[in-house]
């Protein structure tokens, strides 16, 4: 065997193969995903095999480094495989997207021991994280001590993927101050409610949950001592703007997955209108105007989307030292990218029909899913807010203040 042959059998790709190779295993789960998409929502399950789908495609784990397991991906990366996924399936990508924030927080707010180690034990059991994040609904997770750990008590309404993960990431208060904490499955105490039956985005697993005395260990508590007075800085306060981003994502993915149904559909069974002049819907001209003007706004939302996935990546990139206001750039290119989306992709939701005609409301080809995915999520936290924040940092130089929802 010659060297040559045996440096490009050793050779491990590069990251752009790397990144190329995740991209090519999300569109193939988004289309298996997109072929029964309109059966499962009605059928409203607990998506296990779903994100038996996501692992079975080694997506669990695309942001862990190459030598534990991952591809090696950074947050804008994966940001983009949620928008994949989301083509085929709004909820799948909303426990992708999801779990890609999740398993972020350990490195802002862990010690490095504790980032590795969750890291490692990600990538080699390819675990999926829910969240019972959620600081709106419910009563507050109150965090206190018991002998050299704590217990954990409170109800939260909304918590998703928590009944399939096979870790938790949590957030609760402690002395009335804010703590992370990495849950393992099964933890005794803890229930989740399987009260979720909402219009749209039905197998994200996203009901209420419970705990009640649930232990957690010292080493569970993210960060080192003291878990009070601390001041979390703008590094970590990038946390929020991880989860916009995948609202973003999967906003627009959605979007441009329902175009492409409807792209398809009209090709099949549209119909032109009676004064239209020709022979086929896909000549038809207020057709051809509405797919043109549809197609445009959601490229700009994808531009956009991949803008606010570099600001936010330089911002993580940065580390530490990042300054309140590089951390307030990050976040309102986010936010910009979140007001955007959330307009383009409603308006493309609802106009699709436009494009296919009356007969495609038949409840058998489900296509209001999409329209209902989109408004139950993007009223998550009102969008007009992020409008407002965009522009008193524009008028203003004020800055975002932090919470788990800017």
Known sequence: MS??????????PDSDERFADALRRADTVAAELRATAAQRDRANKTPRAEVELL??????????????GGDGLNYAQAAQITRRIARGDTSIAHLIGYHFAQTRIAPLFGTPEQAEELSRRNAERKLFWGGVQNPRGGSDLILTEDGDGFRLNGRRSFASGASLGDHLSVTASYEGELVFLALPAGREGFRTLG???????????????VFDDARVERSEVLGSGPLTGRTITPYQTLVTPHWQLAFV????GTAEGALDEALD??????????TSGVDRATDDPYVLQAVGEIRSELRAAALLADR????????LDTGPDLTEEQRAEAAVAVYEAKYLSTKVALAAASRLFEIQGARATTTAYG???????????TVHDPVAYKAREVGDWTLNRRAPEFSLYR
């Open 3 to 12: 060297v040559q042959t045996q440096e490009n059998e050793t050779r491990r």
């Open 55 to 68: 692992r079975r495609h080694d997506l669990l784990q695309v942001q862990e480094p190459v030598e534990y």
């Open 195 to 209: 009260d979720w039956d909402n219009i749209g985005q039905r197998l994200t697993d996203s009901g209420g949950v």
């Open 249 to 252: 994502n999967f906003y627009v």
């Open 265 to 274: 559909w009209t090709r099949l069974h549209g119909a032109p209108w009676e």
């Open 308 to 315: 606010a996935g570099d600001a936010l990546q330089k911002g």
């Open 367 to 377: 296509f209001d899913r999409h329209w209902r995915n989109l408004r139950t999520h």
